[in-house]
């Protein structure tokens, strides 16, 4: 059975540090629809900027409606993000950099930020069953897919249980889930389950787990890497995301099914998502690559943005 932390009180520490740091954009929930999205950055706004500038759409799947984005020119490519997490917390910096040669879809998972739930108990197999319907509802046969940590899981289930929607697939920080993955520390558990504090001194313990404490040392602005989050989701929502997850038997039996191209990627300072658990994907899916950044943590693709975007489009394109 995989360790479920309180993560909600995390992401909530986060958004009471990065709050502070800088006022929300023109990507807050009053600017779902800006008059002039436009897909390709102009020379006058940043790339924070011209993500906040792409529309947010909806679209009906099974019994919720899905939010997502939509931008970029080529094969589709779909991001899944990971527990707790929205739409609004992928690095525009990174999402620029593919979406320069991918049609690029983000989107919120059930019953988080911009995107509806229902009764529906909350499940990986079901967050899996929406990216297809998200895929069908948006006439895509077949796409490559990024998963980054619960979204590598997603992904996962995508690729064993729709095999032919999942092109190439890139598994960022996640794991096998069930008893063969292997858990962070005593140490790290004893830290991410640690509520005491204020919301800052929280989100500052949060940022020691994502990013290697050497390299936060020589990175103490936030705001030069981080975005700030601009979505808010229930409560219920993370718990409802924590039980899917907690009962989650994994995929280590099944990984050799998977009979698409992987790259597995991971920080090999990722204290969360330990290393091993890399080898442990790679081992057992068929010709898959495993890739580890020196230096990097479960954060690394807001630690190097450029070099994690430059690593997954050579693997697309090969």
Not at 93 to 121: E, Q, Y
Not at 255 to 281: K, M, Y
């Amino acid at each position: 059975m995989r360790v479920i932390f309180p993560l909600v009180t995390i992401i909530l520490a986060l958004l009471f540090l990065l709050a502070g740091c800088t006022a929300p954009g023109p990507g807050s929930t009053d600017s779902l629809a800006p008059s002039s999205p436009g897909n390709h950055l102009n020379a006058s706004v940043s790339p924070q900027q011209w993500i906040d500038q792409v529309p947010v759409k909806k679209v009906t799947v099974d019994d919720i409606e899905v939010a997502y984005k939509d931008f970029g020119e080529g094969e589709p490519l779909i991001l899944i993000t990971g527990y707790g997490a929205t739409m609004d917390l992928w690095p525009p910096g990174l999402l620029l950099n593919l979406s320069s040669r991918h049609r690029v879809i983000i989107f919120d998972n059930r019953g988080m930020g911009h995107t509806t739930a229902s009764d529906k108990p909350f499940s990986i197999e079901l967050f899996a069953y929406d990216t297809a319907g998200l895929m069908d509802a948006l006439n895509i046969s077949r796409a490559d897919v990024l998963g980054w940590s619960m979204g590598a899981d997603v992904a996962q289930e995508l690729a064993l249980r729709h095999p032919g929607k999942a092109g190439r697939l890139i598994l960022y920080a996640g794991t096998c889930g069930g008893n063969e993955s292997v858990p962070a520390s005593p140490a790290v558990l004893e830290q991410l389950t640690n509520t005491s504090g204020s919301a800052r001194e929280q989100g500052e313990r949060l940022f020691a787990l994502l990013f290697p404490a050497g390299w936060l040392r020589e990175h103490p602005d936030s705001r030069t890497y981080f975005p700030v989050p601009t979505e808010s989701s229930p409560p219920e929502s993370y718990a409802r995301q924590s039980q899917a997850m907690g009962v989650w038997n994994g995929t280590y039996s099944r990984l050799p099914d998977i009979g698409s191209p992987t790259l597995v990627l991971n920080g090999a300072d990722d204290v969360i998502c330990v290393p091993a658990n890399a080898f442990i994907l790679g081992g057992r899916i068929p010709g898959a690559w495993v890739i580890q950044v020196p230096g990097g943590g479960h954060g690394m693709m807001y630690q190097y943005p450029e070099q994690f975007g430059r690593i997954v489009a050579f693997f697309l394109d090969t």
